[in-house]
């Protein structure tokens, strides 16, 4: 595009509080094809409360003093939530010692003498707890759209706690018109399957990937390239930056980690999701003005 539309392209990005570091940045906005979109703080608004808390042998005040006391040591938004939940209740005070992150998977620690796990599926299985009948109260609460976290002691499954990420009020019409534009859209998390799946279907969102480990979110974004299509990532996360970065166009949610919106190409100021088919319009309209 010549400096006078890149010109005129910015500014007009600029005062919808869409921000376009680069011409480039504003030329691949015109070309994209595919638009995938990160769940978690993205496409919903990253607060999630705590919606059911079912237990097995266990009281509901303990189990939530033990977890709180683990996720009070975790930085991630779903222990946030329970944290916050349980200090709501006045179940404060017991502290974890020998705390252990499992990227993608949930927290370990040692709690008044009890090795704690709390996390999805994954985690419990990797060290052995069956389900058991929290199986069918975990399938439940993922069927309706809500992220099921699991809770074992000492190796035996005691918990389903479920948190509610409500989607951003914009995210099913920013869809819709991404759809009109004739673009692609895929959701891309770290969440489980059926948790995933039902939150895309209420968004008109046909194709998601789940349940993708922190580091391997640039590799699907890779995948989607090779079929020769123009992608671009939107997303706000620490862990969303390799994705972003490897991304045709890097799109950062302007209430998103610094190191995403750096990484960006693009940041959308108002973090809204409508915002990413306008950048793609303006994007189209500069290239437009050179013919
Ligand atoms: P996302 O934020 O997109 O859900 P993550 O990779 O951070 O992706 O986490 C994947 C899944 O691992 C979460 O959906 C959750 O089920 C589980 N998980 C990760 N960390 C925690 C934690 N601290 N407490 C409970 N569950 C967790
Ligand atoms: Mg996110």
Do not use: W, Y
């Amino acid at each position: 595009a010549t400096p006078t539309a890149i010109m005129v392209g910015t500014g007009l990005g600029a005062k919808r509080g869409v921000l376009f570091k680069n011409a480039i940045a504003l030329e691949t906005s015109a070309r994209v094809q595919v638009v995938v979109m990160d769940k978690t703080g993205t496409l919903t608004r990253g607060e999630p409360e705590v919606t059911d808390v079912i237990t097995e042998g266990v009281g509901e005040d303990e189990l939530l003093r033990l977890v709180a006391a683990v996720e009070r040591e975790s930085e991630h938004p779903l222990a946030e939530a329970i944290v916050r939940h349980a200090d709501a209740r006045g179940l404060a005070g017991v502290r974890a010692g020998r705390f252990e992150n499992v990227p993608g998977h949930g927290a370990v620690a040692d709690v008044a003498g009890h090795r704690v796990a709390v996390g999805n599926r994954r985690l419990l299985e990797r060290d052995g707890a069956d389900l058991g009948a929290l199986g069918a109260h975990r399938d439940e609460v993922a069927a309706g759209g809500r992220t099921a976290v699991m809770v074992a002691i000492d190796g035996v499954t005691v918990g389903v706690i479920g948190v509610a990420d409500a989607p951003r009020e914009t995210s099913a019409a920013a869809v819709a018109a991404l759809h009109e534009l004739g673009v692609e859209v895929v959701m891309l998390t770290g969440d489980n399957a059926a948790t995933a799946e039902r939150i895309a279907r209420r968004l008109g969102i046909d194709t998601v990937i789940a349940e993708v480990l922190p580091g391997a979110k640039a590799a699907k974004v890779a995948e989607l390239q090779a079929t020769g299509r123009k992608v671009a990532m939107v997303g706000d996360g620490v862990n969303d930056a390799p994705a972003l970065a490897q991304a045709d166009l890097g799109i950062a949610i302007g209430a998103g980690t610094d190191v995403a919106i750096e990484t960006a190409d693009v940041v959308l100021m108002r973090s809204d999701p409508l915002d990413v088919p306008t950048a793609l319009r303006i994007g189209r309209g500069t290239l437009r003005k050179m013919r």
